[in-house]
């Protein structure tokens, strides 16, 4: 890796600790987290007026200068692939695509290739900077390989930094459509009795548990009642199909693995088509038309699609909100399940 030279000076007044103190005063456009700060302090990276220094509780004094060996990013080992992505919105710091059904985030054992993330680097080329060190985009949510629909990707650290904020204090805007098994209802008395099920104003099912690994299949996530991570969905019905299905809006206010579709069949409304959490449940054709059924039961994949993405610019500011329809799969099953 190929190295660059920063150099500025502590302004008036630093903080008492030194890694306060350059996380306050290093340039905006050197993109340089506290968290990556303290690392190069750890590695010997930063020197306090010539002299290496690598204590982050050190205090340090206002107009000293401080000179930070930053790595040039290295081009990727994932190689870029001329895959066709259809781009919502794009700037010098960060992209939203929609992505198709069938189409896998990032490279894992099983799909080395093929992904988002090699989509990615092809498209942007020279437009990626260093994101941790590597020329390659900031993932910071993923959707499942069979869910389509907005996803969001960093082009810069600074970027990937503000992204990664955000998600983690929850503060961005998600909202997926899916159709499920049958009609959430507040005149359920199943549903009311459901530990860590309720309703809230408006007739919105709130779902909230904690998830885990299924103690018995690792792929799989499930509900716990201990130990887990803390998930929160929140739904409501858009359309009824004659009380056998539904057309739902669910919004998420944390982000698990799988969440909505192990929270939804957790309810007893699992989405159609879901191989994984659907469960066993058959559409009635006393309830709909044959071939609606018949096109439920053969819907290659869940039937749940991230429909809006709403999120304050990591580096601008602005208010971003990107909205996605209905892909034509679900779109033709929806119209059979109105028949």
């Known amino acids: 890796m190929d190295h660059q030279l920063l150099s500025f000076h502590i302004a008036d007044d630093p903080p008492s600790r030194l890694d306060k103190a350059l996380a306050r005063d290093v340039p905006e456009e050197a993109a340089l987290s506290r968290s990556r700060l303290a690392k190069l302090l750890d ?31 290295d081009e990727s080992h994932i190689r870029g692939q001329d895959i066709p992505l259809n781009v919502v919105f794009e700037d010098d710091d960060l992209i939203v695509i929609d992505k198709p059904a069938g189409m896998v985030v990032h490279p894992a054992p099983g799909t080395p290739d093929g992904t988002v993330v090699n989509a990615l680097i092809h498209y942007c080329g020279d437009r990626l900077s260093g994101v941790g060190g590597m020329k390659r985009p900031g993932i910071v949510h993923r959707i499942d390989k069979d869910t389509s629909g ?45 530990r860590g099920v309720n309703f809230e104003s408006g007739a919105i099912l709130k779902i909230q548990t904690r998830l ?13 009642q201990e130990g ?29 693995t799988h969440q909505i579709r192990v929270h939804m069949a957790y309810a007893g409304h699992g ?36 429909a809006t993405l709403g999120f304050v610019h990591p580096v601008t500011g602005e208010e971003m909100r990107f909205e996605s329809p209905l892909p034509d799969d679900m779109l033709t099953l929806v119209n059979l399940l109105r028949g």
């Open 150 to 194: 907005l996803l969001v990707a960093a082009k810069t650290d600074r970027a990937h930094h503000g992204l990664a904020a955000l998600f983690e204090a929850h503060d961005i805007e998600r909202h997926y459509l899916a159709l499920t098994h049958g009609v959430p209802s507040a005149a359920d008395p199943r549903l009311r009795g459901l």
């Open 271 to 306: 989405l159609l088509g879901d191989q994984t959490y659907g469960g066993r449940k058959k559409l009635s054709t006393k309830q709909l038309a044959p071939q609606a059924v018949e096109a439920a039961e053969n819907f290659p994949r869940q039937a749940l699609h991230a």
């Open 43 to 73: 590695e010997g990276a930063v020197r306090i007026n010539g002299v290496v220094a690598r204590d982050a509780k050190a205090r340090v004094a206002a107009g000293a200068l401080v000179e930070v060996t930053v790595g040039v990013a």
């Open 212 to 224: 885990d690994r299924h103690r018995i299949d690792r792929q799989k996530q499930a509900v716990v």
């Open 228 to 256: 887990g991570r803390h998930a929160v969905t929140r739904v409501r019905v858009v359309e009824s199909f004659n009380g056998a299905a539904a057309l739902v809006d669910c919004w998420l206010e944390t982000g698990r």
